[in-house]
């Protein structure tokens, strides 16, 4: 833990920066300016939009009545999300080029591609994460360019390997986002309680989030990039590490969202799951988009006639999925949902 003394109360804005920017592996900063602390917390660059910045005065009790969850209404879903001519340079190397689509609030699009095709980047310029060097972006009507802190706390974006603070426990850890969001304590604590349920974790909330598996930290990982209702909703692989049953339930979940009217990105190589969730696809490689539209928009663009094959139901995942609810192995959501 590294400590810093101010005379004053620092920008926000300027720390927002300093610890998006930063490349540190988990990192809590305390900065004591008159007797209050402000803290900031940080993953590897991978992550980088873990990073927050929160002034954490005494605790205030939790109330005995924590209230009930609450949708995002119509005027925070805002426009959804706008890209024009995005393009995107690290030095002499241009990772983006002339990318533009735009994913109005309900819908979802997916973008596939290879290693190094410029999926991660896309989305960490959706994210704010990144300042854009040409062209546009704006998410709920907000730009990038202009006021990119204002865009990071519209969007939720989980990355493919998530940065979570081991030492410490779910409810914790995610308590701490809820705040730097500016949640109100009983609805932030509902809903932590409710999200950690539906994904099977709420037994697990008093142990050091560093003794979870890769999934239960994905799992994490969703719920925090989702607790405070974001307009856009902007996911690396989201279900990368889990098993069978996990990643149907995020899945589900996230089909959900988009029926409340979220703007869903979605980059993944997984095109079994692709199917069900996209309304539109993107394609890209070196930087550039190759072909984007709904799929019998590219069926037609690409003269591929559809073809019909003869699947056996109940299938692999199926029975799997039987099998763990029967012995009681499923989260409460993932087996109401059989």
Request: aromatic letters at 6%; hydrophobic letters at 45%.
């Amino acid at each position: 833990m590294l400590a810093l003394q101010y005379r004053q109360r620092p920008s926000r804005s300027a720390l927002a920066a300093a610890v998006f920017g930063a490349a540190t592996d988990r990192l809590v900063l305390v900065l004591v300016s008159s007797g209050r602390r402000f803290l900031a917390m940080v993953g590897r660059h991978h992550n980088l939009a873990s990073g927050a910045l929160l002034t954490s005065p005494d605790p205030a009790p939790r109330p005995a009545n924590m209230g009930s969850m609450s949708s995002p209404d119509a005027a925070h879903l805002g426009a959804g999300v706008e890209v024009d001519g995005l393009i995107k340079d690290f030095g002499d190397f241009r990772a983006l080029e002339d990318v533009t689509f735009t994913v109005r609030p309900g819908e979802s699009l997916v973008i596939l591609g290879e290693n190094g095709a410029g999926k991660t980047t896309t989305l960490r310029c959706l994210a704010g994460v990144l300042k854009p060097t040409f062209g546009t972006v704006h998410v709920g009507g907000i730009s990038v360019a202009d006021d990119a802190e204002a865009v990071r706390a519209q969007v939720g974006l989980l990355s493919e390997v998530p940065g979570l603070y081991e030492r410490m426990t779910a409810p914790e850890y995610l308590d701490f986002f809820g705040r730097v969001q500016g949640m109100e304590e009983g609805t932030r604590q509902a809903r932590i309680a409710e999200l950690l349920e539906m994904f099977g974790l709420a037994s697990r909330s008093g142990v050091w989030m560093g003794s979870f598996s890769k999934g239960m930290r994905q799992k994490v990982a969703l719920v925090r990039a989702t607790l405070h209702h974001p307009s856009a909703l902007l996911l690396d692989e989201p279900t990368s590490s889990m098993d069978p049953a996990g990643a149907r339930l995020t899945w589900d979940y996230i089909l959900a969202l988009k029926r409340e009217g979220l703007a869903v990105v979605v980059c993944t190589h997984n095109l079994r799951e692709t199917a069900r969730v996209a309304d539109r696809l993107a394609v890209m490689a070196g930087g550039r988009i190759l072909a984007q539209g709904t799929l019998a928009e590219l069926q037609a663009e690409l003269g591929l006639k559809p073809r019909y094959v003869r699947t056996v139901v109940p299938g692999l995942e199926d029975i799997y999925m039987e099998v763990m609810a029967r012995a009681g192995r499923l989260p409460t959501a993932a087996a109401t949902a059989l």
